[in-house]
C-alpha cells in the first residue's frame, strides 16, 4: 500500500504505517530547515511543518499598480510505501523546521543541506543522519548510529548499543562529543587532525596507533610513505569499530554514569 499527502503553512499529518508490526522506517531529505524526530509510544508517523511564511529567493519591487501574491506553502510532500514514510521539501519552500513523531523502534535516515539542527531523541532504531551546515544531537537512543557534520558540532548518548553493529560520529569542523554506555564493547578508531581526544574510559591503545603505510608502489619501486594519525584502541575487550573523526575540533568520548 502507498499513501501520500502535502502539506501545507505549519500544518500536520498523520500518516499511517502499511503494517504497523513489521520493522519501520523513517527517510528526510531537505535542502533549507531543520529535522526534529522523537519517540513516542503510538504506531503512525505524525508530521508537522513550520515555514518561515518568507521566500528565500530574492523578492523584487512590485511594478506601479501591482501587488505581489504571497506563497507561504511550506511545499512538503509525506508518502508512505512497504513500511517507509519518505518525507521531503521543495527547495523553494520556507522551511524552519519539520518536527517529526515516530514510533520508538522506528529507524530514521535523515539529510538536509542548510538546517540549524538534525535532532533525534527516544528512538530505538538505527540512526543514519547527514548535515552540511548545521549540528546533530541524538539523545536518550538505543541502537546503532552513523552521524556526520560538515560544518557543525556532533553530539550522541546512548543509552544502549546494538551489540556487533559498527558506528561512526564525524565532523569537519566541529566537536564530537559522545556518551556511551560503560559496558560498551568496541574497538575504537580516533582522530583529531588539528584538535584533542578525552576520554574517561579504560582503553587500551593498539600498538598499529600512529604506525607507518606505505601507499602508491609502482613496478619502477618507487613508493610514497605516510603516517596513519589514527588512534586505535579497545574498549571492555573489543568489539565492532566505533570511528571517532573530525579535522578541525575536539573529541570527547565518554561514559555514561
Given amino acids: 500500500m502507498s499513501t501520500?499527502?502535502?502539506l501545507a503553512q505549519a500544518e500536520r499529518a498523520v500518516i499511517p504505517f502499511s503494517d504497523p508490526a513489521a520493522p519501520k522506517?523513517?527517510?528526510v531529505s531537505l535542502i533549507h530547515g531543520s529535522i526534529a524526530i522523537t519517540g513516542y509510544s503510538g504506531k503512525e508517523v505524525i508530521i508537522e511543518s513550520k515555514s518561515s511564511g518568507s521566500p528565500r529567493r530574492s523578492r523584487r519591487e512590485p511594478p506601479?499598480?501591482?501587488r505581489r501574491l504571497e506563497n507561504?506553502?511550506?511545499g512538503i510532500t509525506a508518502e508512505e510505501s512497504g513500511n517507509l514514510v519518505k518525507v521531503s521539501a521543495s527547495p523553494a519552500g520556507n522551511i524552519n523546521e519539520i518536527a517529526i513523531q515516530v514510533p520508538v523502534e522506528t529507524s530514521v535516515k535523515l539529510n538536509t543541506v542548510n538546517g540549524r539542527m538534525i535532532s533525534v531523541e527516544?528512538?530505538?532504531g538505527e540512526i543514519d543522519a547527514n548535515t552540511v551546515n548545521g549540528g546533530i544531537s541524538i539523545t536518550?537512543?538505543?541502537g546503532a548510529v552513523v552521524a556526520h557534520a560538515m560544518n557543525g558540532k556532533v553530539l550522541a548518548v546512548l543509552n544502549e548499543v546494538t551489540s556487533g553493529k559498527a558506528m561512526s560520529f564525524s565532523s569537519f569542523n566541529g566537536t564530537v562529543d559522545v556518551t556511551l554506555p560503560a559496558n560498551a564493547k568496541a574497538d575504537l578508531k580516533m582522530k583529531s587532525d588539528n584538535g584533542d581526544i578525552f576520554t574517561d574510559f579504560e582503553i587500551q591503545l593498539k600498538a598499529s596507533s600512529n604506525q607507518p603505510v606505505t601507499?602508491?608502489?609502482s613496478g619502477q619501486g618507487k613508493y610514497k610513505l605516510r603516517f596513519d594519525r589514527a588512534l586505535y584502541g579497545s574498549i571492555n575487550g573489543g568489539g565492532p569499530e566505533f570511528s571517532f573523526?573530525?579535522?578541525n575540533g575536539t573529541i570527547y568520548i565518554r561514559q555514561k554514569k
Avoid: H, W, Y
Wanted: net charge positive.
Fill in 245 to 247: 573523526t573530525t579535522f
Fill in 215 to 217: 601507499s602508491g608502489t
Fill in 4 to 6: 501520500g499527502t502535502a
Fill in 122 to 124: 527516544g528512538i530505538s
Fill in 140 to 142: 536518550k537512543v538505543s
Fill in 72 to 74: 507561504n506553502s511550506a
Fill in 25 to 27: 522506517r523513517l527517510q
Fill in 64 to 66: 506601479p499598480g501591482m
